[in-house]
């Protein structure tokens, strides 16, 4: 039996690899004109529903996973296979989360046998794809890795859309019996369960870790990621900020205006700082109308910048109520994070630089001064 591939993403190869890359080489040749040419279809309004269903599980171009490379592994050994592959589809290839007895990662759509395959609701088997007009001259037949035999059970998750397959493959023809072909739907559907407990793993992730008006990281998410950032700065002696923000007579916004109001300032400030974010940012909300920033690689001159543009891109919002437009400040405190500086006492002093802007008159920015 064909030997198991495991690999992390960076170790696997684009294709396919070793001899088993010669099909790739050939389709420079006659198969290029036929494969190259090929206008992509309009993608219809099933096919949009069932890509939008496949984003919402958030695994295509996802490492390798143990739960699905058992699964693999389990298809080609009890359907006596020695390939078996679990994919799923996106717009332009088969992309491949697990596979056993083949190296690949991905493959153009529109040569693969499971293009065909997710436009049924039961088992796809071609026999002997040499003989099928669809498959006789495709490169994945004619060359390598030469299959002859492809069976295929549907991914149909509980919304009836087919992600993509649980597929097995041979070099020779074979038959499929009934027996097998509900062993085949069996582990699809063990896949399916698979994809659904690893997407309700992640929601829950995402509840305990992002605030949930926002979608920033929560208190109990930025302090962790934030310690981890400080460590790391330390360690390489950069330099780094911690800025805390809060909205400027926030409570005043809730009584005049309601809380509906008040949550779309929160909204509009956090939007208005995402923007001006460097991707490498942290961003947190606090608690209430109060927010955190982390700055790695910004020495006090590059926070104050920051901190200014912050400020300004607040003031320039206005939200529509019954009673007109309506604008609003954020106050900010700064405070370098010095490699003695504990998370705890950095906090507390860009605290403290906030508290010194509230009392300034708000609608500024301060530094923590070292008494």
């Not at 074979?174 to 896949?191: P, T, Y």
């Not at 659904?196 to 962790?224: C, K, V, W």
């Not at 608690?287 to 104050?304: C, H, I, K, T």
């Not at 300004?312 to 939200?319: E, I, S």
Request: glycine share 4%; hydrophobic share 40%; net charge neutral.
């Amino acid at each position: 039996m064909a030997e198991f591939h495991r690999r992390q993403k960076s170790d696997r190869p684009s294709v396919l690899e070793s001899s088993e890359m010669t099909w790739c080489a050939g389709m420079t040749d006659h198969h290029a004109t036929e494969i190259s040419t090929t206008s992509p279809s309009p993608i219809s309004s099933r096919e949009k529903l069932r890509l939008a269903a496949l984003r919402e599980y958030e695994i295509v171009d996802s490492p390798s996973e143990p739960r699905f490379d058992r699964v693999a592994r389990m298809a080609a050994q009890v359907m006596e296979m020695p390939i078996a592959l679990i994919s799923l589809l996106d717009e332009s290839r088969q992309w491949v989360k697990a596979s056993y007895g083949l190296a690949i990662t991905d493959v153009p759509r529109q040569i693969t046998f499971c293009t065909h395959a997710i436009e049924s609701s039961q088992v796809t088997v071609i026999e002997d794809s040499l003989r099928d007009p669809r498959f006789f001259n495709n490169p994945m037949v004619t060359g390598a890795p030469n299959i002859r035999f492809y069976a295929a059970a549907p991914l149909r998750n509980w919304q009836g859309h087919n992600l993509g397959t649980l597929c097995v493959l041979d070099r020779q023809p074979r038959k499929l019996g009934i027996e097998q072909r509900r062993l085949l739907e069996d582990l699809a559907a063990m896949v399916i369960d698979e994809l659904e407990t690893r997407r309700s793993m992640m929601e829950l992730r995402h509840l305990a870790t992002t605030d949930p008006l926002t979608g920033i990281h929560n208190r109990r998410q930025f302090l962790h990621l934030a310690e981890k950032e400080i460590a790391r700065a330390n360690r390489y002696e950069q330099p780094l900020c911690l800025l805390m923000a809060d909205i400027d007579r926030f409570k005043r916004i809730n009584d005049t205006y309601g809380h509906e109001t008040g949550d779309r300032a929160i909204l509009s400030v956090v939007e208005s700082i995402r923007q001006l974010l460097r991707p490498e940012a942290l961003f947190g909300r606090m608690g209430g109308e109060e927010f955190a920033v982390l700055l790695p690689q910004a020495d006090l001159a590059a926070a104050l910048i920051a901190a200014e543009r912050f400020r300004h891109a607040v003031r320039r919002q206005r939200l529509s109520t019954d009673d007109g437009p309506v604008g609003f400040t954020i106050s900010i405190g700064v405070a370098p994070v010095t490699p003695m500086t504990s998370l705890d006492h950095a906090l507390q002093r860009a605290d403290l630089a906030l508290y010194d802007a509230k009392n300034a008159g708000r609608n500024r920015v301060r530094v923590f001064q070292a008494m």
